[in-house]
C-alpha cells in the first residue's frame, strides 16, 4: 500500500498481482479519505486469475457550507439538505476533471477502459455515477454506495453513449439519515427511464457499509472484472 504524490489527486493504490489488468477507482465520502475502504478489498475476495489494481484517491480539503464552513475533504460543497437542489455544478465539474485524470493515468499504464470499474460512497458515489455516465470509452461497470444522481437535469445531453449500457450497480440504506432512500429510489427511476441497465440494492443499515452488502458487490464486481 502506498500514497502516491503527483499533480494528480494523492492516491492509495493496492495491487492484487504482478502487472494488473483491470482497475476499481473507489472515491470516498465526504470528510473521509482514501483509507476508508482499503480494508474492503480483502473482503471482496475477487477471483486471483485477475490481477486488479485499487486506487483510493483523497478529494481536496474545501470548506463545506452545511457543516459551518469547516474545511474537509470533500468532492463538491454542499449548501443545504435538499442535495439534489442547489448543486455546486462548479464543485462537481472540477472533480469530474480531476477523476477523468485518474483514468487517463490508468489507461497510459496499459488498463483498457473496459477493464475500468467507477465506484464510490456517498459524495464519491455521486461522482462515480456522474464522471462514469460522461465518460468517453466503454466502462466494465459503474457502482455507486449510498448516493444519488447530481445533475439530474443535464445527464440526457451530456451523457456518452459510449456508457449506455454499462452495468450500474446502486446500494442503499433502507435507514439511511443522510441521503434519503427516496432519492436515491428517484435517481434509479430517472436512470432506468433513460434506458440505463441499473438495479437498486436495499439493505436494512443507515449511512454505512453492511456485510450483504459487500458479498453482494463482490458478486457483482466478479461480474464485470472479465
Known amino acids: 500500500m502506498t500514497t502516491i504524490p503527483t499533480d494528480l489527486l494523492p492516491s492509495i493504490v493496492i495491487e492484487t498481482g504482478d502487472h494488473p489488468t483491470h482497475t476499481i477507482l473507489w472515491m470516498h465520502g465526504l470528510g473521509a479519505d482514501g483509507n476508508d475502504f482499503v480494508p474492503i478489498v480483502r473482503e471482496l475476495n475477487l477471483q486471483s486469475s485477475i490481477h486488479t489494481r485499487f486506487v483510493f484517491p483523497h478529494a481536496p480539503m474545501q470548506s463545506v457550507t452545511i457543516n459551518g ?5 470533500a468532492w463538491y460543497d454542499i449548501s443545504n439538505q435538499s442535495l439534489s437542489s442547489c448543486e455546486d455544478v462548479a464543485g462537481i465539474r472540477a472533480s469530474q476533471f480531476a477523476i477523468e485524470t485518474l483514468i487517463s493515468r490508468e489507461k497510459k499504464n496499459g488498463i483498457r ?18 464522471t462514469g455516465l460522461r465518460h468517453p470509452d ?5 457502482m455507486v454506495l449510498s448516493c444519488y444522481l447530481s445533475m439530474a437535469e443535464t445527464l440526457a445531453t451530456e451523457a456518452h453513449q459510449a456508457n449506455s449500457s454499462t ?10 439519515p443522510v441521503i434519503p432512500l427516496e432519492l436515491a429510489t428517484l435517481s434509479n427511476q430517472q436512470l432506468l427511464e433513460l434506458g440505463y441497465c441499473v438495479k437498486l440494492n436495499v439493505y436494512q443499515m443507515e449511512h454505512s457499509i453492511c456485510i450483504e452488502e459487500i458479498a453482494d458487490i463482490s458478486k457483482w464486481l466478479k461480474q464485470v472484472l472479465i
Do not use: C, Y
Request: hydrophobic share 45%; aromatic share 6%; no cysteine.
Open 138 to 142: 466503454k466502462l466494465a461497470g459503474i
Open 69 to 73: 464552513g469547516s474545511m474537509m475533504r
Open 167 to 176: 452495468p450500474i450497480f446502486m446500494a442503499h440504506g433502507h435507514n439511511d
Open 113 to 130: 477502459p473496459e477493464n475500468i470499474v467507477l465506484a464510490g460512497f456517498s459524495q464519491g458515489g455521486v461522482m462515480a455515477l456522474h
